[in-house]
């Protein structure tokens, strides 16, 4: 789904609907809750948006793989504006952008077959 122009209600709409929204975002602004991701120019990297608080301020982020010595996921609430700006800025090279880059490469086709949603999901 693209993001709209007053992409906070369209959120806030879709976490009313599921339970989650899985977010592409630039993981350089994601350095609130993983100081690991200031290490390495920004890349492409999926996060669950699982909440948002009551005055719009923050979102509560689920983190699945934050790639550390020891990998580990987490919960954290991130500001709107870092969010903002995580799902914003653009990765600039296709080096750090190849989750993008990859699926464009992939036939329509071949994508579907090879990754049908559990049926769980399709609701």
């Known amino acids: 789904m693209p993001i709209g122009t ?9 976490l009313i609907e599921h339970a989650g929204v899985v977010v592409w975002v630039n993981s350089a602004y994601l ?3 993983a100081p690991v991701y200031g290490s390495d120019p920004g890349y492409m990297h999926a996060v669950l948006v699982i909440g948002m ?3 719009s301020t923050h979102v509560k982020i689920f983190d699945s793989l934050i790639v550390d010595r020891e990998p580990y996921g987490c919960e954290a609430w991130l500001s709107l504006e870092a969010f903002a700006s995580a799902h914003t800025d653009r990765v600039r090279t296709e080096t750090y952008d190849q989750a993008r880059v ?4 992939l036939p329509a086709w ?6 049908p949603l559990p049926s769980s999901v399709e609701n």
């Open 6 to 14: 007053d992409w906070v209600t369209q959120l806030k709409t879709l």
């Open 31 to 33: 350095v609130d809750y």
């Open 53 to 55: 608080n009551d005055t």
């Open 102 to 105: 990859s699926a464009a490469r």
């Open 110 to 115: 071949r994508r579907a077959k090879e990754s």
